[in-house]
């Protein structure tokens, strides 16, 4: 049987729900249907105004076989210089999207990802950790 997980087991715990408190202001008072830049541009403010570090399209490059690819990936947002943040504004969380985090902390070095959904009537969430 495998172990229990418990919500209080999660890595950056505090950190993530930081994050997840700014999302719920920000989708209290934007609502949801806007296109994904808007969510980004109204977390950018959130994390000003409330003294959260970040970076926004954080840059990561690729290896495969040792060398570096000459495409690069850009991170929706790098929080707490731990975190990875994405931000979707569609139906709903795909199996695309986790994937696509997961590699995202693959080539950061991060250990957790948020995937935060504003494309619905109700935020959905989405805590990864590898």
Known sequence: MAPEIRID???????????IGRAYEIHRLLGFGFAEIVYKDAFEIEFED???????????????????LKHKFHADFVVFDSVILEVKAKNSIADEDYAQTINYLKCSGCKVGLILNF??????IKRVVF
Do not use: A
Not at 9 to 19: A, H, K, M, Q, Y
Not at 54 to 64: G, H, L, N, S
């Open 9 to 19: 087991d999660f890595p950056l715990r505090e950190e993530t729900d930081v994050i």
């Open 50 to 68: 409330n003294d959260i570090p970040f970076r926004r399209e954080r840059e990561y490059v690729v290896t495969y076989k040792g060398r570096i």
């Open 119 to 124: 494309g619905r009537e109700r935020l959905e």
